[in-house]
């Protein structure tokens, strides 16, 4: 008996979930299909009646776990900062950021998987910047180097074998990124 076509909705949504946790944990090498399959308890084999191949999956694995986490509407970076430079974000890969976990990665994977997170990119400068006030290039160059440094930092934190050293970091980027802020702000008055 052929599933109904929510039920195949459901079943890719659990492939694209539990694909979305191992990438983020183990890197896209480290994870292999049948993995991923096993994962959302499911066989091997149903895989290719979802994706046609591993970087079609890649790239609809992030776009999913991107859009849900999209942010509707200006985000404040202070609000933003305070919980992605936490020591439970360090913690969390498996839910964690995708850029730390995976931009690398995704550099040198397939076209469509860096299509999906420019595109999120795009997105996420807006809405930061949008959050801000001043001109236009302004608010950008702060949207993009609050990001550029929250990413950044929450790379050196889970590099960091030392939780004290990792604590230093998160704490230091988000005294950096206040100040960085607060003389945006002053400089828009």
């Known amino acids: 008996m052929r599933n109904s076509q929510a039920k195949k909705d459901e079943n890719r949504q659990l492939i694209l979930n539990a694909a979305g ?12 299909v049948a993995e991923v399959m096993g994962a959302a308890s499911m066989t091997h084999g149903g895989f290719y009646r979802h994706f046609a191949d591993k970087n ?5 694995t992030l776009a999913s776990v991107l859009d849900s986490g999209a942010e509707k509407g200006p985000t404040p970076i202070a609000a933003y900062a305070e919980d992605y430079l936490s020591m439970a974000h360090r913690a969390d890969t498996a839910e964690g950021c995708v850029f730390a976990a995976l931009g690398p990665e995704v550099v040198r ?6 299509q999906v997170m420019t595109n999120t990119i795009r997105r996420q400068v807006d ?12 608010r950008r160059e702060v949207a993009i ?10 790379v050196l934190a889970r590099v960091a074998d030392d939780d004290a050293l990792a604590q230093e ?13 607060a003389l945006h702000a002053e400089d828009s008055i």
């Open 56 to 60: 079609e999956l890649v790239a609809q």
């Open 21 to 32: 946790n191992l990438f983020r944990e183990r890197g896209i090498d480290g994870v292999s």
């Open 145 to 154: 180097g609050s990001w550029a440094t929250m990413i950044g930092a929450i």
């Open 169 to 181: 970091i998160l704490t230091d980027a988000k005294k950096w990124l206040s100040a960085g802020i």
């Open 109 to 114: 994977g397939a076209a469509a998987s860096r």
């Open 127 to 138: 809405s930061f910047a949008q959050s801000l006030s001043g001109a236009e290039a302004t």
